[in-house]
C-alpha cells in the first residue's frame, strides 16, 4: 500500500520519475522513462488529429484487418472518455499558433519547459526550440506564440484535470514501463550505435507514450546533452482485463528497431553539416524513381529522403552484425523491397566498413553521393 501511494504522488509531481528513480540498464547510459509534458501532447494530438473515424476507418497490420479501434486500443478508451472536451478555447488558443508545427519539434520544445499545468519559456531557453511557432521566422513572435500555446494549454491541463487521468491509469503506465524493461534489447546496442560512429552521447534517454499513437517514434537532443527517443505502443494491447494487461511494447524486435532508428537519427545529425549542399542538389534527381512512394511514408524533400536511406543503412549494418539472421533478412526485405529504400544497397557498400578505409563517416556519405551522382 505504501508504495502504491508512493507511486501516485510521484505521478502527480513528475510522471518523469514515475517509480522514484530512472531504471538504467546494462548499458548505464540508457534510461527508460515517461515525460508528463509528453503525454499530454500526445492526449491532445491523438483525439485532435488521430481519431476521425476511428470508430469506422479500416487499417491493415500484420496482415490483419481491423477497425481502426481495435488497433489503437488504449487511445480509444481515453479518446471516449474525453471528447467533449475538444471543443474547449483553451485547445482552441492553443491550436491557433501551432497547428502548422510539426509533433516532433512540439515534442522538443516540450521537454524544455516546465511540467504542466506551470509550463512557461526557460529565459536562457535558445530560441532556436520555439522557432517554429513563427512563420517567418521572427524569434520575437515566435515567442509570444510559444507564450500564447503554452498558456492555453496549461488552463486546458487543468480543464480537463490530467493529473486526475495519471492516478486513474495508474497500472497502464506501471504495465508499460513493465514490458518495455522485460523486453530491451539482448544485445548492447548502445554501444553497437558508439562503436560504428565512433561517436558517443551523455545518455540515451527512451521515453514511451500511452497517449501518442501507436508505432509513432522521433528522436532528438535532451536537455542533460544526451538523446531521446520518444515512441509509441508498438504491438496489439489488451486493456480489459486487469490480470491480464498488454500495452504493446513487448516486441523486442520492434523495440530494438526503432530505438536503432531514432538515436541514429540524432548520431547522422552530427555528421550532416559536413556534407555540401551543392552535393545534395546535385543528386535531388534521385528523388523522382521513388517520390510517390517517399512520400507516403511522410517523407517529401530529397534531404529527408537521403537521411531516412542512411539511418536504415546503418540498422541494417548493425543488425547484421548483433540480429539473428532471420531478423536481419525480414528487415531488409522491409526497407528496400517493400518501402523502396532503392539505394540502400549503395549506401551500404560505402558506409558498411568505412573505418577500414580511414575515412569518416561523413566523408564516405559524400563518396557515396558522389558515386550516385556519375
Not at 516546465?114 to 526557460?122: G, T
Not at 521566422?137 to 515567442?143: L, M, Q, Y
Request: hydrophobic letters at 35%; charged letters at 25%.
Amino acid at each position: 500500500m505504501k508504495r502504491k501511494v508512493s507511486i501516485i504522488l510521484t505521478l502527480l509531481i513528475c510522471l518523469s520519475n514515475i517509480y522514484g528513480q530512472e531504471k538504467i540498464q546494462s548499458n548505464k547510459k540508457l534510461v527508460v522513462h515517461f515525460e508528463k509534458n509528453i503525454e499530454f501532447l500526445g492526449f491532445i494530438y491523438s483525439m485532435a488529429y488521430e481519431a476521425n473515424d476511428i470508430e469506422t476507418q479500416k487499417i491493415t497490420v500484420d496482415g490483419k484487418e481491423l477497425i481502426e479501434k481495435d488497433w489503437h486500443v488504449y487511445g480509444y478508451s481515453f479518446y471516449k472518455e474525453y471528447k467533449s472536451t475538444l471543443n474547449s478555447k483553451n485547445l482552441a488558443r492553443a491550436a491557433s499558433v501551432a497547428d502548422h508545427i510539426w509533433l516532433d519539434k512540439l515534442a522538443n520544445f516540450l521537454i524544455r519547459v516546465p511540467e504542466f499545468p506551470h509550463a512557461s519559456i526557460p529565459e536562457d531557453l535558445n530560441p532556436v526550440y520555439y522557432l517554429s511557432f513563427s512563420k517567418s521566422k521572427d524569434s520575437i513572435e515566435a515567442r509570444d506564440n510559444a507564450r500564447i500555446f503554452l498558456h492555453g494549454l496549461n488552463e486546458y491541463y487543468k480543464e480537463v484535470d490530467f493529473d486526475n487521468y495519471l492516478v486513474k491509469n495508474e497500472q497502464y503506465y506501471l504495465q508499460a514501463e513493465k514490458e518495455i524493461l522485460n523486453t530491451l534489447p539482448s544485445f548492447d546496442f548502445i554501444s553497437g550505435l558508439e562503436n560504428y560512429f565512433d561517436n558517443e552521447y551523455t545518455r540515451y534517454h527512451m521515453i514511451p507514450s500511452l497517449t501518442l499513437p501507436k508505432t509513432m517514434g522521433f528522436g532528438g537532443s535532451y536537455p542533460d546533452g544526451g538523446i531521446y527517443n520518444i515512441f509509441g505502443a508498438l504491438d496489439f494491447q489488451n486493456i480489459s482485463n486487469p490480470d491480464s494487461l498488454n500495452m504493446g511494447f513487448r516486441n523486442e524486435v520492434k523495440l530494438r528497431e526503432l530505438s536503432i532508428h531514432e538515436f541514429g537519427h540524432s548520431f547522422v545529425y552530427k555528421s550532416w553539416a559536413a556534407i555540401p549542399d551543392s552535393l545534395i542538389e546535385a543528386t535531388t534527381h534521385l528523388l523522382t524513381p521513388i517520390k510517390d512512394v517517399m512520400s507516403n511514408q511522410g517523407y517529401n524533400n530529397w534531404d529527408a529522403v537521403i537521411n531516412e536511406h542512411i539511418v536504415r543503412t546503418v540498422e541494417l549494418i548493425i543488425a547484421k552484425k548483433y540480429a539473428p539472421k532471420k531478423e536481419y533478412k525480414a528487415l531488409q526485405k522491409e526497407y528496400v523491397e517493400k518501402r523502396r529504400f532503392i539505394y540502400i544497397s549503395i549506401f551500404k557498400r560505402h558506409l558498411n566498413n568505412y573505418k577500414i578505409n580511414n575515412s569518416s563517416f561523413s566523408n564516405s556519405v559524400i563518396e557515396c553521393l558522389l558515386t550516385m551522382n556519375r
